[in-house]
């Protein structure tokens, strides 16, 4: 069985920085592409960064500059780091994983052909 069980999240003021981790497990973790995404109450869950095998990494404009995805397959794991964290960031953020063709077309995850979810971990930001 696939798992991929996020940690890190967790109550931070503005300004602050947080890391957060993703460890997988059942699959063939330099075969896929892996990715970070968020949903915020009453938004649709929207994609944040991605990277592949290789190290390439995609993100989206919201964030590009602020946060740095990045993953070590001698774990199989992927991380992201979050810096400068915004009241508007507050959200449960989502590791994903997905075959890497997608990513290396379009220039990111698209939500609805993501094989694999993580459950989330809960990041609150305070002003």
């Known amino acids: 069985q696939v798992q991929l069980v996020e940690s890190g999240g967790g109550l931070v003021q503005a300004g602050d920085s947080l890391r957060l981790s993703c460890a997988t497990s059942g699959l063939t973790f330099a075969g896929y592409a892996m990715g970070w995404f968020r949903q915020a109450p009453g938004k649709e869950r929207g994609f944040l960064a991605a990277?592949?095998?290789?190290?390439?990494?995609y993100y989206a404009d919201s964030v590009k500059g602020r946060f740095t995805i990045s993953r070590d397959n001698a774990k199989n794991t992927v991380s992201l780091q979050m810096n400068n964290l915004k009241p508007e960031d507050t959200a449960v953020y989502y590791c994903?994983?997905?075959?890497?063709?997608?990513?290396?077309?379009?220039?990111?995850?698209?939500?609805?052909?993501?094989?694999?979810w993580g459950k989330g971990t809960l990041v609150t930001v305070s002003s």
């Open positions: 994903a994983a997905d075959r890497p063709a997608s990513l290396q077309r379009l220039g990111f995850m698209h939500s609805k052909v993501v094989n694999y």
């Open positions: 990277i592949l095998n290789d190290g390439s990494a």
